[in-house]
């Protein structure tokens, strides 16, 4: 029997310790967000995660806001597909 589910290119993460810096920008009518992750990089050390600044790399990027997501431990065993940096949602709701 042939599993039709896509093969795993990386695995074994369930439980990596990560952080991610959600940056939102205006776009005309829109919103978009870039999501900047250490998954893959780094297990998001304490120290270096601390001496983030929010406001200074909103100023960096050029913007809106930016977040700060972490650390958190990631829940996903592996990943099927991947994602270029060129990856990206939006949204038009003003909600967001």
Known sequence: MTSSAPERLITDHRG???GEVLAVFAEGDRFI???YGTQLLNDCPAE???????????GELGALIVKLNGPATGCSTGWARRAGPSSRCSTTSPAF
């Open 48 to 58: 270096l995660w601390a001496a983030l600044d929010a406001t200074a790399i909103a």
């Open 16 to 18: 990596t310790r990560y």
């Open 33 to 35: 967000a870039h999501v």
